[in-house]
């Protein structure tokens, strides 16, 4: 037993350490691996003490468990990896909601509100993190769907988890605990739906940190302070990449669960000036042409959103990038922080299609370059670089810090349609007499530039 | 009873604290290895489940924490193994 005690305390130092070396580029993948051994040892330790029951079949799950997340490690894309991180972080949240459920029908009566919490807090990560999963991977639509009653569903559905949470605390016995379950399921399920595409980083992060949190709550139940420390750390530093995430899009949590930004319906919340997508004529430009454009540019900032990781156009990027820097032209690359569907996704692409670190920039460090800037190159993206952020105060997006790709002398937008972006809302950037359009598929579209720019050297 | 729950309490108040001030100056790039480093992290409930399954003997909580324990062991091998492959990303081009 002291050993055990010991072995959970070296763990929870590690992983401690672990995650102070992943938050600095120099050691995250030292800190990773630290965590990784310290995680490994909290799961020895489990063992040390002795298995009464069922060792062949602990050790069979571990086995399917270990394997299934290996290989979907190994298979997942980069552009995947929102939907995978979502997936990853459901199982997660359903391991501990099933463990408090077990602790409950084991033993009902005993520390029942840390049960309740696990129960709840796993059951809702569970469900809403699947959710976002099937919104990620194409297979529910990403538009946020707001439910009529919307924000009545949430409470009547909160509402009636406590009272079947009181029922069981009264001793419901199981009936109100399956219950609780299932309403806990549920509001999951009402959180997730109603929120879209363009606000995933913000729901991921979110339902990470509940899934610690429910981690912690299990540590309550069994007593486990490897559990516990493991929890909490997720759920604080999950907490605060929600906060960062809010505050890259200038709005408060509650605007991003509740708020409907991405609604498909033209509800009244909508209103403003430009909640209808207007048809006004945009210049659209051949590839030859923008090939001519851009072989006689002095410098170039490439701003990359969803629509080139959707594309996996990330690879050609770079190969444009590479090639007009051999002319010496002068090129950056401008991240928005929300750019994407989880907090720093573009990074990660970028990296994969090996773009030097030095060419990254952050929102604060480029915005005042775009003004001395011959082109802005937008791949993909929409509401991240709409002007009406910063003056139409009328907008939904209003005051949420972007690029101001529409200050550089000439702005090429990579797009496939004219379809609004998530925000529902019309992109005024569109009309601008310096914008002009490359239509179409954003990984064809850059091929097209790269040849016809290699055939003109 | 009362002890241990207040020592509970205790090491979870503590433990916040150490997640806000060990993370609070995070990159923008490292955002998205740090958020499936500490998904799998989290995957640590794969230790409660494996209790759950050791000191039971009833067959409906054996299937709750056989599963559990599936669930738990996938979030935190594929956590890790993720995060590993992602910020390998970014070790191989820095020579460049």
């Known amino acids: 037993m002291m050993i ?314 770079r190969e444009l990038a590479d090639l007009l820097s051999a002319r010496g032209v002068d090129v950056k690359y401008a991240i928005h922080p929300v750019a994407g569907r989880m907090p720093g996704h573009m990074n990660v692409l970028l990296a994969e299609a090996n773009v030097p670190y030095s060419q990254l920039y952050d929102l604060e460090q480029i915005n005042a370059d775009f003004e001395r800037t011959d082109v802005a190159l937008v791949i993909g993206l929409n509401d991240v670089v709409n002007p009406a952020a910063r003056h139409d105060k009328a907008s939904p997006i209003y005051g949420m810090p972007i690029l101001d790709a529409d200050k550089a002398r000439h702005v090429l937008l990579v797009k496939r349609s004219l379809n609004a972006g998530f925000a529902g809302i019309d992109n005024e950037l569109y009309y601008d007499p310096r914008t002009t359009f490359l239509f179409g598929d954003a990984k064809k579209v850059l091929t097209a530039l790269v040849e016809e720019l290699k055939s003109t050297a | 009873m009362n002890a241990d729950l207040l020592t509970l309490l205790t090491i979870f108040a503590l433990a916040v604290f150490v997640g806000f001030e060990v993370i609070s100056k995070v990159p923008v790039v490292l955002h998205t290895p740090l958020m499936s480093g500490t998904n799998a992290i989290h995957g640590i409930v794969v230790v409660g489940a494996i209790l759950v399954m050791a000191e039971t003997t009833n067959p409906l909580i054996s299937v709750l924490g056989f599963i559990g324990i599936v669930f738990g062991a996938a979030n935190l091998v594929g956590g890790l193994l993720v995060t590993d492959r992602m910020l390998a990303l970014f070790k191989k081009k820095k020579p460049s």
């Open chain 1, 4 to 317: 055990q005690r010991v072995l959970y305390l070296a763990a929870a130092i590690l992983v401690i350490l672990g995650l102070k070396s992943l938050s600095s580029p120099k050691t995250a993948k030292h800190g990773n691996t630290l965590a990784g051994i310290g995680l490994g040892l909290a799961v020895l330790a489990t063992f040390v003490t002795g298995v009464p029951h069922h060792l062949g079949w602990i050790l069979l799950a571990l086995l399917i468990g270990s394997g299934f997340g290996a290989w979907g490690a190994r298979a997942v894309q980069m552009t995947d990896m929102p939907q995978m991180v979502a997936l990853l972080n459901g199982l997660g949240g359903g391991a501990a909601a099933l463990v408090s459920a077990s602790e409950y029908l084991g033993a009902p009566g005993e520390s029942t509100i840390s049960v309740l919490l696990g129960t709840l807090i796993g059951a809702v990560s569970f469900s809403g993190s699947l959710i976002a999963f099937g919104k990620l991977q194409g297979l529910l639509s990403e538009k946020a769907l707001v439910l009529p009653g919307g924000r009545a569903i949430h409470g009547a559905t909160l509402v009636a988890a406590v009272a079947a949470g009181a029922w069981v605390v009264m001793g419901g016995g199981p009936p109100a605990f399956a219950l609780f379950s299932l309403l806990s399921l549920a509001l999951g399920v009402a959180l997730v739906v109603p929120i879209g595409g363009a606000d995933m980083p913000v729901v991921i992060s979110i339902l990470n940190s509940f899934t610690g949190l429910a981690a912690a709550a299990t540590g309550f139940v069994l007593q486990n302070p490897a559990l516990l420390i493991s929890g909490t750390l997720v759920g604080a530093s999950g907490t605060l990449l929600t906060q960062l995430m809010c505050k890259a899009m200038n709005r408060s949590l509650s605007n991003v669960l509740f708020g409907g930004l991405g609604a498909a319906a033209p509800g009244p919340a909508g209103g403003g000036s430009g909640s209808a997508v207007q048809h006004r004529p945009v210049r659209d430009l051949s590839a030859e042409d923008a090939a001519v454009l851009l072989s006689n540019i002095g410098s170039l900032i490439i701003v990359p959103g969803y629509g080139m990781a959707v594309a996996q156009a990330q690879h050609v990027t």
